[in-house]
Nanobody, 121 residues
Framework: QVQLVESGGGLVQAGGSLSLSCAAS????????MGWYRQAPGKQRELVAT???????NYADSVKGRFTISRDNAKNTVYLQMNSLKPEDTAVYYC???????????????WGQGTQVTVSS
């Protein structure tokens, strides 16, 4: 079993910054793609940013130039640095990872429990 635990959410004023972290733990052989998604009230969950094992990144147009995704493979952790935050960035942010588990070497997709980010105007 694998767990993803996010941290770093909170309340910030527009124009401010927040940094999110997501640490994976459990029966991990390797972690492939990792990413951040968000869901605002009344809206569908949407992709924010992804990063492959080779550190190729992809961003939603709405966050390009403001958010930066990175990872530390030694710590099985993915980060999201969010700058120039806007009220429309308010959402629950979820970590996601494609993990090859260590026992049978099967790949599964996992989600974290989510962390609230609120940007006040």
């Amino acid at each position: 079993q694998v767990q993803l635990v996010e941290s770093g959410g909170g309340l910030v004023q527009a124009g401010g910054s927040l940094s999110l972290s997501c640490a994976a733990s459990g029966s991990i052989f390797s972690i492939n793609a990792m990413g951040w998604y968000r869901q605002a009230p009344g809206k569908q969950r949407e992709l924010v940013a992804t990063i492959t094992g080779g550190r190729t990144t992809n961003y939603a147009d709405s966050v390009k130039g403001r958010f930066t995704i990175s990872r530390d493979n030694a710590k099985n952790t993915v980060y999201l640095q969010m700058n120039s935050l806007k009220p429309e960035d308010t959402a629950v942010y979820y970590c996601n990872a494609d993990v090859t588990e260590s026992i049978f070497r099967h790949e599964y997709n996992y989600w974290g429990q989510g962390t609230q980010v609120t940007v006040s105007s």
